[in-house]
T-cell receptor, first 115, second 115 residues
Framework: EAGVAQSPRYKIIEKRQSVAFWCNPI?????LYWYQQILGQGPKLLIQ????????DSQLPKDRFSAERLKGVDSTLKIQPAKLEDSAVYLCASSVGTGLNQPQHFGDGTRLSIL | AQKVTQAQTEISVVEKEDVTLDCVYETRDTTYYLFWYKQPPSGELVFLIRRNSFDEQNEISGRYSWNFQKSTSSFNFTITASQVVDSAVYFCALSEAHNTDKLIFGTGTRLQVFP
């Protein structure tokens, strides 16, 4: 079974530029998550999708961050414009569905550096 | 408010030593769930274990064991006879019954096992 795929693996941009990350979850997984992991910290949930609907985006900085999962499969996370404090690893995870009996499977992440 | 504390930032041991990673949590819920994840240098978070608040039985899986004590709000993780491949960052996480999909992570403990 293929795991969660993310691209790019690394991205370096200047502040005020825009950037987009892509995630392809495990086939058949209805729930998709985006996490932000700042260096030295644990991952923090940004947004959770169930199919193509948003379940929780309470910690997403909506003035600059946006995410979509139009067809309920792959997802894109965008930052526009980027700030220095956005430097982090962005992790995507998926699970079969909501609920505790469905563990989250994580991708390798995209490491974003803002200059 | 919910919180997970991993006071040990970094631990170094020599192969074959036993090592314990501490985790202390805070929650107002009576029903909650605790997790451990491993993050090797590749960046992917690997699920290790999940326990619910009603099950205080300790668990052993090979060289790994977990000690859950509600009285001290702790969920500690012990690796017996550590190996170089155990080198990684280990995260403890909490989710609460009203939102079981939302994982609240600690800041992680970096374990380095030297040959």
């Amino acid at each position: 079974e293929a795991g969660v795929a993310q691209s790019p693996r690394y991205k370096i941009i200047e502040k005020r530029q825009s950037v987009a990350f892509w995630c392809n979850p495990i086939s058949g997984h209805a729930t998709l998550y985006w996490y932000q992991q700042i260096l030295g910290q644990g991952p923090k949930l940004l947004i959770q999708f169930q199919n193509n609907g948003v379940v929780d985006d309470s910690q997403l900085p909506k003035d600059r961050f946006s995410a979509e999962r139009l067809k309920g499969v792959d997802s894109t996370l965008k930052i526009q414009p980027a700030k220095l404090e956005d430097s982090a690893v962005y992790l995507c995870a998926s699970s079969v569905g909501t609920g505790l009996n469905q563990p989250q499977h994580f991708g390798d992440g995209t490491r974003l550096s803002i200059l | 408010a919910q919180k997970v504390t991993q006071a040990q930032t970094e631990i170094s041991v020599v192969e074959k030593e036993d090592v314990t990673l501490d985790c202390v949590y805070e929650t107002r819920d009576t029903t909650y769930y605790l997790f451990w994840y491993k993050q090797p240098p590749s960046g992917e978070l690997v699920f290790l274990i999940r326990r619910n608040s009603f099950d205080e039985q300790n668990e052993i899986s090979g060289r790994y064991s977990w000690n859950f004590q509600k009285s001290t709000s702790s969920f500690n993780f012990t690796i017996t006879a550590s190996q170089v491949v155990d080198s990684a960052v280990y995260f403890c996480a909490l989710s609460e019954a009203h939102n079981t999909d939302k994982l609240i992570f600690g800041t992680g403990t970096r374990l380095q096992v030297f040959p």
